[in-house]
């Protein structure tokens, strides 16, 4: 989730890319739904004004984005937002806050409009409805470790155990700090449950306690390379993707322009180049996902040229063909490394 508000602008391209170089089948890594739902926008509905957004449940079915991670975005100091809640100390009321977006998630599951996936077997179930596998961004929503197997119970499967600025469990990339006593405690207890480790927002300092503190699956569901944007610790460290890489996890591309490059607005070249790094780094092409946070706080100005909506990913998919990269590689990275991941962390769960 990255809260930018700037004004919005994007070619629309409707009938692109139907001549079958289009890939139907991606998983987006990390998907701000509820954050659109609680907002006001019907994520049943594609945006009447394409300035304001690109992220809707039709417009996904459109550019065969077949399963997303939806996030439950909670942020502190936000009280007055339907997202937010006082601080940190508010257990209940951060609880509430993340609540509401589950229930959401629940009633667009009884209309139809997604399926929750929340186990292996469901993950392989054909269905036309969107997948959603649910995400925690912000674990301040578990109001104590004891809380965990209530939202496990409700398909919470990874949990980010912070949001830029800072829970009482861990620091954040705004708010430096370790993990808390508390969050080593929440740790084990989302190890005991299964639940993924998502360390996108996790401060340096916690980052490194996470490591120390589990040996558990742990992935960055939308974060990119700080070589190549070296100012904030928003991104990974070349170190942090070896360990990421160390447990067989992956690193999703976020797609946020700022998140990409130091011009005012991100390329398709500026995406492959945060793609290589990882994979460089990795030494291999398995650990590297889609986690674009579309419309996560931002309109699609924000977005790179020439993928500025969800129909346009078989760009950056034609982008990596023609850098060398096979049509395996490529199906892995539109889908089949996220799969893995799920798959062995829903086995290792039943186990």
């Known amino acids: ?6 004004a919005a602008g994007r070619n629309e391209g409707q009938n692109e890319g ?13 998907l701000d739904l509820a954050y659109l739902g609680v907002s006001g926008h019907d994520l049943t509905r594609p945006h009447a004004d394409p300035a ?6 039709p417009e996904l079915r459109e550019a065969g984005v077949t399963i997303a991670f939806g996030t439950i ?43 929750l996936i929340d186990s292996a077997a469901e993950f392989e179930r054909p269905d036309p409805a969107p997948g959603v596998v649910l995400l925690m961004e912000g674990a301040d929503p578990i109001r104590s470790p004891e809380d965990v197997g209530w939202w496990h119970e409700r398909g919470v499967r990874l949990v980010g ?31 005991r449950f299964g639940i993924v480790h998502d360390v996108s927002h996790l401060a ?8 120390e503190t589990t040996d ?30 160390a447990r067989d996890g992956v690193v999703g591309l976020n797609l946020f322009s700022v998140f990409l490059t130091r011009k005012d607005r991100a390329t398709i070249d500026d995406c492959v180049a945060h793609i290589e790094h990882v994979c460089d780094i990795m030494g291999h092409r398995r650990g590297v996902v889609l986690g674009s946070d579309m419309d996560g706080g931002f309109p699609p100005s924000r977005l790179p040229v020439e993928l500025d909506h969800p129909r346009h990913l078989h760009r950056l998919a034609d982008a990596l063909r023609g850098r060398g990269w096979s049509d395996g590689d490529v199906a892995g990275f539109r889908h089949g490394n996220w ?3 799920l798959r062995r962390a829903w086995a290792e769960e039943q186990s």
């Open 1 to 6: 989730m990255s809260r930018h508000h700037t």
């Open 18 to 30: 139907r001549n079958g170089s289009r890939s139907r089948d991606w998983i987006d890594g990390h």
């Open 52 to 57: 304001d957004g690109c992220i809707s449940l």
């Open 73 to 115: 975005y909670t942020e502190p100091e936000a009280a007055d937002s339907p997202w937010g809640y006082p601080d940190s100390a508010d257990r209940e009321a951060a609880f509430a806050t993340g609540k509401r977006q589950l229930d959401l998630y629940y009633q667009l599951a009884d209309q139809g409009e997604i399926r």
């Open 161 to 191: 155990l912070t949001w830029a600025l800072g829970t009482r469990y861990a620091g954040g990339n705004e708010r430096h700090g370790p993990l808390t006593g508390e969050g080593r405690e929440l740790v084990g207890e989302l190890d």
């Open 204 to 211: 340096d300092a916690a980052f490194a306690d996470l490591l």
């Open 216 to 245: 558990g699956p742990i992935v960055a569901t939308h974060s990119n390379c700080r070589l190549l944007l070296p100012d904030r610790q928003r991104h990974l460290t070349d170190e942090q993707i070896r360990a990421i890489a």
């Open 339 to 341: 799969q893995r991941v």
